[in-house]
């Protein structure tokens, strides 16, 4: 399954990449905003529109490496590429407080139980939540365009789950983490080249 996602990808992961890189140009003004999972809440906008100091990021301390087994799924062993991220907000007065949050991207889509509640996507990724004491989880299921499904599955400490789900931060946030995650599938010619995003702001 891990070579899948090699088959027939090279001409959509191009015109993603060129997507990819629009976007980065909008940022200055150069280029269209690229709409593959466009945020249907228009919070992005509404947040400059408002002109707000605030930013967020979300910064990869440590990962890239590939596991056997995702933790909110029971007896599985689901292969994924996991990673830790240091979650920060910035302000007007300073830097507040630093979260940690986790990542499986698991190259499969995964069934949901009932203990999966569906939410709000952002644009046409499905997502679902599950909650559990100590922490709660967000999977969000991707298509990279050549039949092979991709599904993301965030961990989040539940003391963290007002400032990540507060709005739409977490949409905003799985809008530019995705964007870039198809991006670095394009360039990678093998399983062991594939990243995940090292930096998301938004």
């Known amino acids: 399954m891990l070579l899948q996602f090699l088959h027939g990808k090279r001409i959509l992961m191009l015109l993603l990449a060129i997507a990819f890189l629009l976007q980065a140009c909008n940022k200055t003004g150069a280029g269209p905003e690229d709409t593959?999972?466009?945020?249907?809440?228009?919070?992005?906008?509404?947040?400059?529109?408002?002109?707000?100091?605030?930013?967020?990021?979300?910064?990869?301390?440590?990962?890239?490496?590939?596991?056997?087994?995702?933790?909110?799924?029971?007896?599985?062993?689901?292969?994924?590429?996991?990673?830790?991220?240091?979650?920060?907000?910035?302000?007007?007065?300073?830097?507040?407080?630093?979260?940690?949050?986790?990542?499986?991207?698991?190259?499969?889509?995964?069934?949901?139980?009932e203990e999966w509640q569906p939410r709000r996507g952002?644009?046409?990724?499905?997502?679902?939540l599950y909650n559990t004491e100590e922490c709660f989880y967000i999977a969000a299921m991707l298509d990279d365009g050549t039949g092979v499904s991709w599904t993301a599955v965030f961990r989040f400490p539940s003391d963290m789950e007002e400032s990540i789900l507060t709005g739409d931060t977490f949409n905003q946030m799985l809008r530019v983490w995705s964007n870039k995650f198809f991006y670095f599938l394009y360039l990678a010619k093998s399983p062991g080249e594939l990243s995940i995003p090292a930096v998301v702001e938004f």
């Open 36 to 113: 593959r999972y466009s945020d249907d809440s228009n919070g992005a906008m509404a947040h400059q529109e408002t002109g707000q100091t605030q930013a967020r990021e979300a910064i990869l301390m440590k990962g890239n490496e590939w596991i056997h087994g995702i933790p909110c799924f029971k007896d599985n062993s689901f292969a994924a590429l996991t990673g830790e991220y240091c979650f920060r907000v910035h302000e007007a007065a300073g830097t507040g407080e630093e979260q940690r949050f986790l990542v499986y991207l698991c190259p499969d889509s995964l069934y949901f139980s």
């Open 122 to 128: 952002t644009g046409n990724i499905e997502t679902f």
